[in-house]
């Protein structure tokens, strides 16, 4: 069994990508915009810029209270679209309830939206035309089995979980790089059964999904989930002990999805249209 090494091939990923920013004329400039102060959203926003630093990309957060009003974050996004040196948005996620974030994603402008989830870039992705910009965490994962040479095509993959920002696109480019996929969510039957078809696994849940002895020997499985037990521990969706008894491939969590996430986000954040 070979473990997926997130670590080393993210770091492969933010060195392709500093030579890049390195040689460019224009530099990329990243804003985030965070609303209110969820911890694990300040984490999370705390790592891009810790990323952006070490490839040379600039990055500015913008800390909006808890309370702001949908008409003020859209303007600020309006403002930062029509700002010749910004040339990436990221809002970060989740947003509290006042807000509708559909409204906030569509209101990015696709040839800033370094996340990849607006809808003319999903559009794209799912009529099968280049977007600006792939979602990251699945963006990351093809990087990720491409780095291992793991085949795509003619296999059979199975992606648990249906989330606009993981499952779905993560669905969408494995079909696109003519993989047969199969979908799974809450509501389905047999979920079993699915698994054990798969050659390549794709678990997007947030809690211990994969327990048994459920996957197809020499399977390929990515553990995208990740969450603390009840112990306080960093833990995926899959049962590493059990799972890497029959699995060709694992990537762990953590040193898995979690740091391509973050170079495939600096990768597409490299990107100046
Ligand atoms: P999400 O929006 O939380 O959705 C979870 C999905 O899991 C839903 O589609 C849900 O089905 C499905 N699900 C829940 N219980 C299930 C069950 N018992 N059997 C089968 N499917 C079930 O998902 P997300 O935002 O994609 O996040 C998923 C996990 O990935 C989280 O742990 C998150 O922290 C992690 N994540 C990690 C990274 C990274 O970079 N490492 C990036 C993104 C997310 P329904 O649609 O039917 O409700």
Not at 63 to 71: G, K, N, R, T, Y
Not at 135 to 162: F, S
Not at 184 to 204: F, G, Q, Y
Request: glycine letters at 6%; charged letters at 25%.
């Amino acid at each position: 069994m070979i473990v997926l090494d997130g670590n080393a091939v993210s770091q492969k990923v933010l060195n392709q990508v500093r030579e890049k920013v390195t040689a460019l004329d224009r530099k990329p400039h990243l804003v985030v915009i965070m609303v209110g102060d969820d911890p694990a959203s300040k984490v999370y926003v705390r790592n891009k810029q810790k990323a952006a630093w070490q490839v040379g990309i600039r990055s500015t957060v913008i800390e909006m209270e808890s309370d702001v009003s949908e008409m003020e974050l859209l303007d600020k996004i309006c403002e930062l679209n029509d700002k010749k040196d910004v040339t990436g948005i990221l809002v970060q996620l989740p947003l509290p309830p006042q807000i509708d974030k559909n409204k906030v994603i569509t209101a990015i402008s696709p040839l800033k939206d370094v996340d990849g989830f607006t809808p003319e870039n999903v559009g794209k992705l799912s009529i099968g035309l280049e977007p600006y910009f792939y979602p990251a965490t699945p963006q990351g994962i093809i990087m990720l089995l491409d780095e291992y040479n793991i085949p795509i095509e003619g296999k059979d993959a199975v992606i648990i979980g249906r989330s606009n920002i993981v499952g779905k696109p993560m669905a969408q480019m494995l079909l696109n790089r003519n993989a047969t996929v199969t979908i799974c969510h809450s509501r389905t039957a047999d979920l079993e059964d699915k698994i054990k078809t798969a050659d390549i696994l794709v678990s997007a849940v947030g809690k211990k999904i994969v327990r048994c002895k459920m996957v197809k020997n020499n399977s390929c499985v990515i553990d995208v989930g990740i969450y603390r037990d009840s112990n306080g521990q960093l833990t995926g969706d899959i049962d590493y002990d059990y799972v890497s008894e029959s699995a060709g491939f694992i990537s762990p969590v953590p040193g898995g999805v979690g740091p391509m996430t973050i170079a495939s986000l600096m990768y597409n954040s490299a990107k100046i249209y």
